[in-house]
């Protein structure tokens, strides 16, 4: 279901939260351990506000000039809001994207995990970091191939100094999603790592069945871009 006329941010958000506790439940989980990402790429400072006025407080971004573009401001007025990087980061933006967010879900190769060191250390800030596995091991993706995963998880953690959260994924889209869920979970279990970003508007409910406590919906919340 997308956010119509007939259903307000507000109410989409409410009725996805059911959802994911529901999913979570069902599967044995605590339903608290999963919280819903509303993803707000391409939609301005209106749309947003009424999500803001019902009470969510979590939001995803892809971009971060696009962030830099309306959230200032919104957090001004929100000061409590926690706002995600969920897209690629590019070298050049890590000083704007550690002032901005407060996670960044992408932390895809070396080059990027040492800039956000080097951001975190010169800023006093530390954002909650998610290490983005390419489970599909598509040449056209970002992420870490899963094989590379510890080494990169130790170089993050023993020579940069970083906290590292947990493992993020995009699954293929031609793939089921619920198989690539269950990898990313073994392996964040294998690697001692309780935070998992994964599940989108078309399968958040799988996601959260299988292990999310970070699940980034947009189009089920804000409408068709």
């Known amino acids: 279901m997308t956010a119509t006329a007939a259903q307000s941010p507000a109410a989409a958000i409410a009725d996805i939260e059911q959802r994911i506790a529901a999913a979570a439940r069902e599967a044995g989980r605590d339903p608290s351990a999963a919280h819903l990402i509303a993803v707000t790429k391409t939609f301005d400072a209106d749309a947003i506000i009424p999500a803001l006025e019902a009470g969510h407080r979590l939001f995803g971004e892809n971009r971060v000039q696009e962030a830099k573009a309306k959230w200032p401001a919104l957090r001004e007025r929100y000061p409590d809001l926690a706002l995600h990087l969920i897209g690629p980061l590019q070298s050049n933006k890590t000083r704007e994207a550690v002032a901005l967010f407060d996670a960044i879900h992408t932390v895809d190769r070396p080059k990027i995990a040492r800039a956000i060191a080097e951001e975190q ?105």
């Open 121 to 225: 250390k010169h800023q006093g800030k530390r954002l909650k970091l998610f290490i983005q596995v390419n489970t599909g091991e598509e040449p056209q993706k970002a992420g870490i191939p899963p094989k590379e995963a510890a080494a990169f998880l130790a170089h993050c953690r023993d020579e940069l100094g970083l906290e590292i959260a947990g493992l993020m994924c995009i699954p293929p889209q031609e793939e089921e999603a619920a198989v690539h869920f269950a990898f990313l979970a073994k392996l964040a279990g294998d690697l001692g790592l309780s935070e998992l970003s994964m599940g989108m508007s078309g399968d958040f409910e799988t996601a959260a069945a299988f292990g999310a406590t970070y699940v980034r919906v947009g189009s089920a919340i804000f409408g068709a871009r």
